[in-house]
């Protein structure tokens, strides 16, 4: 029913920005919550951030906490991440994510429904 694909992953030293972009198509609306995950070599899935197409609030996992940014453009169908300040910790696959039965914004992978298939951001010191 939902289709995400991400993109603009690649390769930034540090202190750079880039800015991800997750395109949704299908079955959406309004109540959904779109997410970034990342998960880097050897790690779990971790969450990044969190936020509903129709309101402008945003969760943040204290590690990108004043350096991410969540926002959308809903007549695109379009979720985006703005990195700034980006360090080499950050670097990982990056993952948009849906969860379509309102589940306020998870920190857990598992309460998500719909993946994208992940970018690569790598950070160079």
């Known amino acids: 029913q939902v289709q995400l694909v991400e993109s603009g992953g690649g390769l930034v030293q540090a202190g750079g920005s880039l800015r991800l972009s997750c395109a949704a198509s299908?079955?959406?609306?309004?109540?959904?919550?779109m997410a970034w995950f990342r998960q880097a070599p050897g790690k779990e899935r971790e969450f990044v951030a969190a936020?509903?197409?129709?309101?402008?609030?945003?969760r943040y996992a204290d590690s990108v906490k004043g350096r991410f940014t969540m926002s959308s453009d809903n007549a695109k169908k379009q979720m985006y991440l703005q990195m700034n300040s980006l360090e080499t910790e950050d670097t990982a696959v990056y993952y948009c994510?849906?969860?379509?039965?309102?589940?306020?914004?998870?920190?857990?992978?598992?309460?998500?429904?719909?993946w994208g298939q992940g970018t690569q951001v790598t950070v160079s010191p």
């Open positions: 994510a849906l969860d379509r039965r309102m589940r306020g914004g998870s920190t857990w992978p598992n309460n998500y429904d719909y």
């Open positions: 299908g079955r959406t609306i309004g109540s959904d919550t």
């Open positions: 936020k509903s197409w129709d309101y402008a609030s945003a």
